[in-house]
């Protein structure tokens, strides 16, 4: 039904179709869609590997979470196309015209942008690894005489070629540059700070004004770089070539240019257990705090951490091969499969030290660094209460997470993917679920009442006997979720997809179903008095409760 033939006779249908249809999965790998006329259409999720597009008109086509890899996109028109988290890894999109096409959290790996102007596209967070974006320009006037200022931060530009490539005044903010050619490219007044561009080659680069603190340029080739009136306070230039470098008027305070000017921060003890060692001989008299920091499978062989503050610091799987803790403070560290062969121990604090998985308390810190973990801890303390309210689990990856009768009120969980998480009676009043996925979660006698779950992903769930009075469910995929014995009283069911789902015995007063997608839905014994946009089913449905 879904084919390339119902695509190019008529995009309207199609959208239509896909709206009939929105368990169907899209295939048009390969398909030749050259010069096609598809404006609006509702492409989100499609495989289109290797398709060709070439001069296709997608404006305003909804291209979320697709699959481009391989496509050729050179010459078409995207302007104001959702391109939200799509893979374009390979794509062809010279010439492309993506004015105004949100392109934020795409995976962009080894695609070609040679020369595209990416001014006034949206691309936070997008990872541009190996990608040609020579000759790009990313910034500047906008088509209404005014300043757009690029924002890119935490972009991966790992390998890219960006040569000569236009970034005036844009957020690079904590942007990964490393290995990038950016010979000749302007950023100046750009922020790059805390970005990281070792061994980036920046000759010839325009950097006049710009904000570069705490950047990392180890090894990176500077040659006649223009860097006038920059920011350089604590920027890492251990190794770079500075031949015939323009520093004027730039701020150099605390810059490092050798290994002597280091400091020992946690930041160099990630980066060079080496050099981490060379500055504290350096700076003897420097008191160093690394309580509960995350040193998950790091190494530190050899490393020099005498009379360290290592108070619950998270060590688990770290290679202390001969390391010197000598009169460290350990006290409930976490050093579960850390190889400690040869370490000095001597003098140090090991008092509650966790040398076991057994050890564990379930905390927040468990929960975000380890599902497995923290459920096996929540089994082997089943007395302790759960309170995580007001926790901030942004983007939290909690699958199979067990957080049956925790209490995360105003919790935010945006974007975190709950898949298959025990939220049994749990308290999710206030809880902030924008763009969360809870497919398959067990919700069964949850509190949700009057929390906003508006096109949040509950397809499968089970939210039977749950508290949802007043709770916005408007938009939600709730196709094959349980929902029998659920209190629904006022909740906004509008336009939510109910397909197949099970509503036995749920208290559906005043509920407000306008809209509201019931087909193959069990609503027998439900109570639907006073319940809103329910009429025009009757003739279709054949389970409506008495």
């Known amino acids: 039904m879904l084919d390339v033939e119902l695509l190019q006779k008529s995009v309207t249908d199609w959208n239509d179709a896909r709206n009939a249809h929105p368990e169907l999965k899209v295939n048009l790998r390969n398909a030749y869609l050259r010069n096609a006329s598809l404006s609006g259409a509702d492409l989100s999720g499609a495989d289109l590997t290797g398709a060709n597009l070439l001069g296709a008109n997608l404006f305003k086509a909804d291209l979320v979470r697709a699959n481009l890899s391989g496509a050729d996109l050179s010459w078409s028109d995207l302007r104001e196309a959702n391109l939200k988290e799509a893979t ?60 757009w200022k690029g924002i890119l931060k935490d972009t991966n530009f790992s390998k890219a070629n960006l040569k000569e490539a236009y970034l005036r005044e844009a957020d690079l903010t904590g942007a990964n540059l490393n290995g990038a050619d950016l010979s000749g490219a302007d950023f100046s007044d750009a922020n790059l700070s805390c970005a990281t561009m070792n ?158 998985s057994a050890d564990h308390i379930p905390d927040i810190e468990l929960l975000k660094r380890s599902v497995p973990d923290w459920n096996a801890a929540r089994n082997a303390h089943p007395e302790i209460k759960i309170d995580l309210r007001g926790a901030n689990f942004w983007r939290a990856d909690l699958r199979t997470a067990n957080l049956s009768d925790a209490d995360l009120t105003g919790a935010n969980l945006e974007r975190a993917n709950l898949t298959g998480a025990d939220l049994t009676a749990a308290t999710l009043t206030g809880v902030t679920f924008t763009g969360a996925h809870l497919s398959e979660a067990n919700l069964s006698k949850a509190d949700l009442s009057e929390t906003n779950l508006s096109n949040v992903f509950l397809s499968d769930t089970n939210l039977s006997g749950a508290k949802l009075s007043k709770t916005n469910l408007s938009g939600a995929p709730l196709n094959r979720s349980n929902l029998s014995e659920a209190d629904l009283t006022e909740a906004n069911l509008n336009s939510a997809n109910l397909s197949s789902a099970n509503l036995r015995g749920a208290d559906l007063k005043a509920a407000d179903l306008t809209g509201a997608n019931l087909s193959g839905a069990d609503l027998s014994g439900a109570d639907l008095s006073k319940t809103k946009g329910v009429n025009k089913w009757l003739v279709k449905l054949k389970t409506f409760a008495k």
């Not at 190996?130 to 088509?143: Q, V």
């Not at 930041?267 to 309580?291: G, M």
């Open 88 to 147: 374009l890894i390979e794509a062809d999109l010279r010439e492309a015209n993506l004015r105004g096409a949100n392109l934020s959290e795409a995976t962009l790996k080894g695609a070609n942008l040679r020369g595209e102007n990416l001014t006034g596209v949206r691309l936070s967070g997008i990872d541009f690894t190996g990608a040609d974006l020579s000759g790009a320009k990313f910034s500047g006037a906008t088509p209404d005489g005014g300043n």
């Open 199 to 356: 061994k980036a080659d920046l000759t010839g680069a325009d950097l006049r004004e710009a904000n570069l603190y705490s950047a990392y340029l180890r090894e990176a080739d500077l040659t006649k770089a223009v860097l006038r009136d920059s920011n350089l306070h604590k920027v890492d230039l251990i190794g770079a070539n500075l031949a015939g470098t323009d520093l004027s008027g730039a701020n150099l305070t605390g810059t490092k240019f050798n290994g002597a000017d280091h400091i020992p921060d946690l930041e160099l003890l990630q980066r060079s257990v080496t050099d981490w060692n060379k500055a504290r001989n350096a700076h003897p008299e420097v008191k160093i705090d690394l309580s509960a920091v995350n040193l998950w499978r790091a190494d530190l062989r050899e490393a020099d951490l005498r009379e360290v503050n290592l108070y619950n610091a998270y060590l688990r799987e770290a290679d202390l091969t001969k390391a010197n803790l000598r009169n460290a403070n350990l006290h409930k560290a976490d050093l579960i499969g850390a190889n400690l062969s040869g370490t000095d121990l001597s003098g140090a604090d090991l008092s509650g030290v966790k040398f076991t």
